[in-house]
Nanobody
Framework: VQLQASGGGLVQAGGSLRLSCVRSGRTFSSYHMGWFRQAPGKEREFVAAIAWSGDSTSYADSVKGRFTISRDNVKKTVDLEMNSLNAGDTAIYYC??????????????????WGQGTQVTVSS
């Protein structure tokens, strides 16, 4: 599994960024996709997930109403639109893919592989 995330950068508080993750090499549409993040000194945490069909999404409470996850099964991409960013959003963001055939369980969906991450830094 190859996941390539991009779109991170430095942004002022209140600003926006759009992250994108492309999966290469294998079927994309059969897998649930997710975004996670890890801030310095903290454990990796769930941010958002989207079911293989795109019909169901799930968000961490901390980003609900500010972040939007979407996917394009033709382009094999999953995006994370992030608005109203604050310093607490500073982290390395990773996209993730589920196990083939796994049940959709929102934030408890089992993700098995992560990409290399993209840094998001929000200045206050």
């Amino acid at each position: 599994v190859q996941l390539q995330a991009s779109g991170g950068g430095l942004v002022q508080a209140g600003g926006s960024l759009r992250l994108s993750c492309v999966r290469s090499g294998r079927t994309f549409s059969s897998y649930h996709m997710g975004w996670f993040r890890q801030a310095p000194g903290k454990e990796r945490e769930f941010v958002a997930a989207i079911a293989w069909s795109g019909d169901s999404t799930s968000y961490a409470d901390s980003v609900k109403g500010r972040f939007t996850i979407s996917r394009d099964n033709v382009k094999k991409t999953v995006d994370l639109e992030m608005n109203s960013l604050n310093a607490g959003d500073t982290a390395i963001y990773y996209c993730a893919v589920s196990i083939l055939g796994s049940d959709w369980k929102g934030p408890r969906t089992v993700f098995t592989s992560w990409g290399q991450g993209t840094q998001v830094t929000v200045s206050s």
